[in-house]
């Protein structure tokens, strides 16, 4: 019989003296598997998306004291596979002056990269499957994570180009929005991750998560966790930063033109990319697979398929987050939301990517950091949350009592040929103002109102 040639283990070197990561476990699975592989991560995406509508549904309306989908199904529990259907048979309306070609590429580009990026994060350890010992991730490389911040970059494509080629204004400024809001937090983001790429040594997200065994780098690295979970808000343009689609201002934003599956795909890469996001947060600070304590004392808790339970609940742990800030917190203006992403996520990054270089540094030379790096962590954080409260107590506005003298100043709300309300210190014509006993003037009417009165006698 004819053997194949074995395939020579692949080892990342570490720096620091630390022990290289050992990458020997992938790209030896059969195409059978790949495939099986494959097609249970789309499965799992498909899935997490509809249970995540629906369960944002209900924990909306519970925070709301709302009833929330009841009807269709037991308990309203089938009410996204419902909403799924009705879009699927909804008519599609292409409009006219789109740039067809584009226009019908963009939610495919927004769609596919959402489900790329989960390729290199690991649900568990390695385990038997049909007989084959196969880790529980689809694939790994020593640059993983970079690949996962190259792939979800992508997606900031297709909504551009929904907006640019609908021919439309609000979409095209939806898109424009969307362009300087992911550069700006994929900027604060990837400098969250530099951290973790040093005391990790390694961008391979097994790696990072074995390296995470003592103790998780939420302990270690808390303000690194802060910026990219405010950064990965704003990366999927969710509540208080969905400023792309702001219905407020721009209608729907970039999608204001879809309609039925094509507006169905930029819903579900916005759920693909949550729960992406969601997953990197837990590979890259909670420890990935491995259990919580106290069940890691539990000898079992970190072998066979346990550990994709509790990867599976630490992801939903920030959808839920998702959904809780989406039901408490207003959305930002947009100058306020760029201020704080170059303002203060990116240099409050930049400064502890020094600090913890320093611990680090200490560390490589011999010095026992277990107790130094969770307590230099603990106070920049709140050092930094010190210095943010100060900065918005400056901020806030110096409330005057008006004099009621300047209530006495009259308006013409015509007399730009637009009608707008009054500011401080200004009236209506006809209003009952202070100190005139109550008599009203005599409200002024527009000149063209009256030449237009004239001409309908007349």
């Not at 420890?287 to 550990?307: F, K, R």
């Not at 990517?353 to 790096?373: F, K, L, P, Q």
């Amino acid at each position: 019989m004819n053997r194949a040639p074995a395939v020579p283990a692949l080892r990342v070197p570490a720096l620091g003296g630390h022990p290289p990561v050992d990458l020997s476990a992938f790209g030896r699975d059969p195409l059978w598997l790949v495939l099986i592989k494959a097609v249970a991560v789309f499965a799992f995406l498909v899935a997490t998306v509809l249970v995540a509508i629906l369960a944002e549904r209900k924990v909306m309306a519970r925070m709301q004291g709302r009833l929330g989908p009841n009807r269709v199904g037991p308990f309203g529990m089938l009410q996204s596979l419902a909403d799924g259907i009705k879009l699927a048979l909804k008519e599609g309306i292409t409009p006219l002056g789109v740039d067809r070609p584009v226009y019908l590429l963009a939610p495919i580009i927004a769609t596919i990269p959402a489900f790329m990026a989960f390729a290199v994060i690991p649900f568990g350890p390695v385990v038997s499957l049909f007989g084959t010992r196969t880790p529980l991730q689809l694939t790994d490389f020593p640059v993983a994570v970079l690949y996962v911040l190259a792939v979800t970059s992508v997606v900031v494509y297709g909504i551009v180009l929904a907006g640019w080629s609908s021919g439309s204004t609000y979409p095209l400024l939806g898109g424009l929005r969307s362009t300087a809001q992911v550069i700006s937090y994929e900027v604060a983001m990837g400098l969250s991750f530099a951290a973790v790429f040093l005391y990790a040594r390694t961008m391979s997200t097994s790696g990072i998560v074995a390296a995470q065994h003592g103790t998780w780098y939420v302990f270690l690295l808390l303000p690194s966790f802060g910026v990219y979970v405010v950064s990965m808000v704003g990366e999927t343009n969710r509540a208080p930063f969905d400023l792309p689609e702001a219905e407020g201002e721009l209608v729907g934003g970039f999608h204001t033109e879809y309609s039925s599956l094509k507006f169905a795909m930029f819903m579900l890469a916005e759920y693909v990319n949550m729960t992406t996001v969601s997953a990197l947060a837990t590979t890259m600070f909670l420890g990935g697979w491995s259990a919580p304590w106290p069940i890691v004392v539990w000898h079992g808790a970190n072998h066979g398929w346990w550990p994709v339970l509790w990867f599976v609940a630490k992801v939903w742990v920030f959808l839920f987050g998702f959904i809780w800030l989406r039901t408490t917190l207003p959305r930002l203006r947009y100058d306020q939301f760029m201020r704080f992403g170059w303002q203060i996520l990116i240099p409050t990054a930049l400064v502890w990517i020094v600090v913890a270089g320093v611990v680090e540094t200490m560390s490589a030379h011999g010095v026992d950091v277990t107790v130094i790096a969770p307590a230099v962590s603990l106070v920049f954080a709140v050092a930094v949350l010190a210095v943010l409260a100060v900065r918005h107590r400056r901020q806030q506005p110096v409330l005057t009592i008006p004099d009621p003298a300047r209530f006495s100043v009259p308006f013409d709300p015509f007399a730009g040929g637009f009608p707008v309300p009054p500011l401080p210190g200004q009236h209506l014509p006809g209003r009952h103002l202070p100190g005139t006993g109550g008599r009203a003037e005599r409200p002024a009417v527009p000149a063209h109102f009256a030449a237009s009165e004239e001409e309908s006698h007349g």
